[in-house]
């Protein structure tokens, strides 16, 4: 199952969606641009501390260590790479469309003094022209989301090593219809023009994804209990730092969330999260 997308973003809108959301993202998120783990409804991790231990529960699964190399599919502003290099001892070459998001990163590596095991690209995760059997694992954290999932499966496959890994988070709809993507009258108000930034699939879809792209299924974890309440905690920072963020970039909340799409949006609240990892026999 599929959302009801009637025009897929080019890799430029998808470009222009993360270049308008960013700056706002990072004054109030943080530098990890993916939802937060936490431990149960007592946990008062912050943001940052949430954020950092997903791409740690992800790092855990990725099964690399020093003199491996990992491919970051979707890459952000490079915080989770860096961490999973940091970790694991492991080379990681982050990948984006955007090229604000690679001069981020590339800074941040360089202000890591990492930039000799951290480096990163412009480039369609999709299609990424690297050499086949290249990589030991690929991470795609919170990315397949924008992304054609059977063309990327493909491609991830193709560059992994056999026996190599792919570890990935996807967001799925959960049952409360009428705050789902796929609530109908939302979509009939959705302005034909503006493409959906991201499709959705279900959980249990995920099985046939990965036998169809060849790839073997080792875990598909369900982890909505973990990420509960991330989106409104994500707008409420926004609130908090409205009057700084307008201060300091001279635009209103209202269009940057509009210039994102993220008015045209679902409610996401009521959306679910899996984690995703399979081999390459
Ligand atoms: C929700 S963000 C997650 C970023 C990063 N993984 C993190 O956890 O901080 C999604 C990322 O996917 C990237 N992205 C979307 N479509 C892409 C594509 N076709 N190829 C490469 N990156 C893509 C976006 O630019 C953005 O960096």
Known sequence: MTSPSAVPPTTHQMADFYDALGPLLRMAWGDNFHIGYWEGPSDRSSPQEATDRFTDVLVERLGVGAGCRVLDAGCGIGSPALRVAGSTGAEVVGITISRQQVDQ??????????SDRVRFELKDAMDTGFAAESFDAVLAFES????DRPTALRE????????????LTDVFPVEDESASPFNPAFASARRAEVPDMASFV???????LVADAGL???ELTDVTEN?????SRMLDAFLDHRKEFERKHGVTLEEVLDAAKLANQANPTSSGCLIMVATKP
């Not at 990163?105 to 990492?114: K, S, T, Y």
């Open 105 to 114: 990163a590339v800074e941040l590596a360089e202000r890591a003094g990492m």
């Open 144 to 147: 397949i989301v924008h992304m």
């Open 156 to 167: 991830w496959k193709r560059v992994l090593k056999p026996g190599g890994r792919i570890v």
């Open 202 to 208: 279900t959980f249990e879809d995920w099985p046939g």
């Open 216 to 218: 073997r299924l080792e």
């Open 227 to 231: 990420i509960k309440g991330t989106f």
